[in-house]
């Protein structure tokens, strides 16, 4: 495996009442290299199309190494359009995920609560 290719992330299909074709699959496949950015937490992607060929509703699950799995859901007039339209969705909501994993302390206030003349001793009141 080379520095430039992306974690491994299992990609299934599943076609609920039709058959997704090889090159819908591979159409797929490509738009979901999009999300590989965000490989390091992801570990797969389940594609489920229902009624792939005519108006189909299109569901792209992906599991994390960690939480609950993302969903995004939608019906369009092609798979390809509707494929399109979800990784954006997914991209927007793996960029939400990821803003709230951030630390967006101010690291000089670590310090200010970690000074060594803030801690007090207990008081000996029973005098």
Do not use: C, W, Y
Not at 5 to 11: N, V
Not at 17 to 27: L, N, P, S
Not at 33 to 47: N, S, Y
Not at 53 to 59: D, G, R, T, Y
């Amino acid at each position: 495996m080379s520095d430039s290719e992306p974690a491994d992330i299992t990609i299934v299909f599943k076609g609920r009442h039709d058959h997704i074709t090889e090159r819908m699959q591979e159409h797929a496949a490509r738009k979901l290299a999009r999300l590989a950015r965000f490989g390091d937490r992801l570990q797969r992607v389940e594609v489920v199309a229902d009624h792939a060929h005519k108006n189909p509703e299109v569901e792209l699950i992906v599991h994390q190494r960690r939480g609950a799995p993302l969903v995004a859901k939608d019906r369009g007039t092609s798979f390809s359009s509707t494929i399109d339209l979800l990784v954006d969705k997914m991209e927007a909501q793996l960029r939400k995920l990821k803003d709230k994993r951030k630390d967006h302390k101010v690291p000089a206030a670590k310090a200010t609560r970690a000074a060594p003349g803030r801690r007090r001793a207990p008081a000996d009141d029973a005098d």
